[in-house]
T-cell receptor, first 112, second 114 residues
Framework: KQEVTQIPAALSVPEGENLVLNCSFTDSAIYNLQWFRQDPGKGLTSLLLIQSSQREQTSGRLNASLDKSSGRSTLYIAASQPGDSATYLC???????????FGSGTRLSIRP | EAGVAQSPRYKIIEKRQSVAFWCNPISGHATLYWYQQILGQGPKLLIQFQNNGVVDDSQLPKDRFSAERLKGVDSTLKIQPAKLEDSAVYLCASLLGSAYNEQFFGPGTRLTVL
């Protein structure tokens, strides 16, 4: 069964810290992997998309890495800010235009 | 470019009532998805359309849920009759069909069944 797991489920850190969110997936034959952000009561915002042939993607203070062989991805957030507080979802797909399989998310809180 | 539109944003109904949600994808996007997100969980696919044809509805509870995309553009998702466990956010997403499989999500409809 294709599953995505995110640990921890919740994380609270003081402002300014660098942090890492973890994602693991059971079937390593992924097509791509995405990290999303979800604010309370809102839809999903795509942060980074990594194709299966890539090892990492960067956008501003965010860096996502992908290790297909071990079935893992990490999202690194540098110099965290209170505005980064949200739920971060990891998701994988196994072919073009196929459904996305989501993890349960990590609820991140950045304390001022 | 306008995003994915969904309505209503919120809906409260009693169990055994019926409800319908509407989604208008990004113009030109051939693929449309409906996901259900229960509180504290990640979204789960209910149904996927390619133009007006169903590609995947394996996780749609067909005894009470139905969806259509008659002209290959906007779509409706219906629940009849609703159960307490249907309380969730219903997300619509669309995809142009590029090789990247980057789906764009609407704001969702939050359904509360009392």
């Amino acid at each position: 069964k294709q599953e995505v797991t995110q640990i921890p489920a919740a994380l609270s850190v003081p402002e300014g810290e660098n942090l890492v969110l973890n994602c693991s997936f059971t079937d390593s034959a992924i097509y791509n992997l995405q990290w999303f952000r979800q604010d309370p009561g809102k839809g999903l915002t795509s942060l980074l998309l990594i194709q299966s042939s890539q090892r990492e993607q960067t956008s501003g203070r965010l860096n996502a890495s992908l290790d297909k062989s071990s079935g893992r991805s990490t999202l690194y957030i540098a110099a965290s800010q209170p505005g980064d507080s949200a739920t971060y979802l990891c998701a994988v797909s196994y072919s073009s235009a196929s459904k996305i399989i989501f993890g349960s998310g990590t609820r991140l809180s950045i304390r001022p | 470019e306008a995003g994915v539109a969904q309505s209503p944003r919120y809906k409260i109904i009693e169990k055994r009532q019926s409800v319908a949600f509407w989604c208008n994808p990004i113009s030109g996007h051939a693929t449309l998805y409906w996901y259900q997100q229960i509180l504290g969980q990640g979204p789960k696919l209910l149904i996927q359309f390619q133009n007006n044809g169903v590609v995947d509805d394996s996780q749609l509870p067909k005894d009470r849920f139905s969806a259509e995309r008659l002209k290959g553009v906007d779509s409706t998702l219906k629940i009849q009759p609703a159960k307490l466990e249907d309380s969730a956010v219903y997300l619509c997403a669309s995809l142009l069909g590029s090789a990247y499989n980057e789906q764009f999500f609407g704001p969702g409809t939050r359904l509360t069944v009392l």
